[in-house]
């Protein structure tokens, strides 16, 4: 009997400590696993120098160069407001527009942003701001003076142009009195007024003129010599 009850109590001591094991090794394998659960859904943290800093618009610094209309206002061109209708008669404002854009018209407190807008829409805004919290009555008019380019190398007349509107390659160098005949026309060369250099195939060009690229004041265009 003694034999048979101490079998007994051995045989409830193992399975008790088995299920204890089992407990304790299942709370511990819950407890290590939650972490590491939660964590797989937060996003990975980014370090402040691999964000991307982009300029207004959406587009970076340094990007593509942006694709302005011969008509509207650049840095460097040279603009003349004139009042009429004022009081007391004003003089002719004459300014060369910034490399930051800005223009300062008398009388105004602030700059005004001009690049980047053709002189309608600088003259309107003018107008706004002159009338009527200066004057009652006025009339704001602004000019572009007068801007140039510049072609060289293999065309008949070169030199300092007029700038037009609506100017491309082509037309720049049919104002130079057009290729001479060393000239090649497959590689031209456009240096813009603020140092970017780019070419054009002059030859596919003239098939398709959307591949003739705006002119600009103050761009220069280089006509090279062919070899061959």
Known sequence: MNSSLKMSLRCFLLTLAALTFTLLAGCGTAQYA???????????????????????????????????????LRTGDRITIT?????????????????DGFIYPPLLRLPIMAAGKTIGQLQDELQKLYVPAYFKAATVTVKRQESYFFVGGRVKNPGQKAY????????????????????????????????RKETENCAKALKNPKLDKPIYPGDQIIVPQRWY
Do not use: C, W
Not at 36 to 54: I, Y
Not at 88 to 98: F, V, Y
Not at 167 to 182: N, P, S, W
């Open 34 to 72: 939650f972490p590491d659960a939660a964590g797989t859904n937060v996003a990975p943290a980014t370090s402040l120098s691999q964000t991307t800093v982009s300029a207004a618009g959406g587009q970076t610094n340094h990007a593509s160069p942006p694709n302005l209309s011969p008509d509207l």
């Open 83 to 99: 009042f009429a209708g004022t009081p007391t008669p004003l003089e002719k404002h004459e300014e060369q527009i910034r490399e």
């Open 164 to 195: 037009l509107s609506e100017m491309t390659v082509l037309k720049a160098i049919q104002a130079a009195g057009d290729f001479d005949e060393y000239a090649n026309r497959r590689n031209v060369q456009i240096i813009r007024a603020d140092g």
